[in-house]
């Protein structure tokens, strides 16, 4: 596991206040502590961010969130400009990977 990366993925998903607070401390102060992450942490972590690695797996982006296929037009993630990779069923917009998660209150 790439701690860095799962720390900023962690961070990300506190931010957008997705999962619960002391759940998230806790993991992170394992990450940070070198020691090993139980099943349970490990099971919490993947179930939340699934998002983004598959869009097809979780409850949440089927609700929400339309992977973009190939032949979709791309228009700039509302959040940085870049080519988006999702389309929000909510807000009728569009957003790049990193800024999918969390953008709207009214998502969770």
């Known amino acids: 596991m790439d701690s860095k990366k799962t720390l900023e993925v962690i961070e990300r998903m506190k931010l957008a206040k997705i999962g619960k607070y ?7 102060k394992k990450i940070r502590d070198d020691r090993p ?7 919490y972590y993947s179930s939340l961010t699934r998002i983004y690695k ?3 797996i979780t409850a949440r982006s089927k609700l929400y969130h339309t ?3 190939e032949l979709d037009e791309k228009p ?3 959040e940085c400009g870049k080519n988006s990779a999702y389309h929000c ?6 957003f790049c990977t990193i800024h ?5 209150k009214n998502e969770f």
């Open 22 to 28: 002391k759940k998230w401390e806790s993991i992170i």
């Open 37 to 43: 992450l139980s099943s349970e942490d490990l099971k």
């Open 54 to 56: 598959n869009s097809d």
């Open 67 to 69: 992977k973009l296929s």
């Open 76 to 78: 700039p993630c509302k």
């Open 89 to 94: 069923n909510i807000n009728d917009q569009y």
């Open 100 to 104: 999918v998660v969390g953008h709207d």
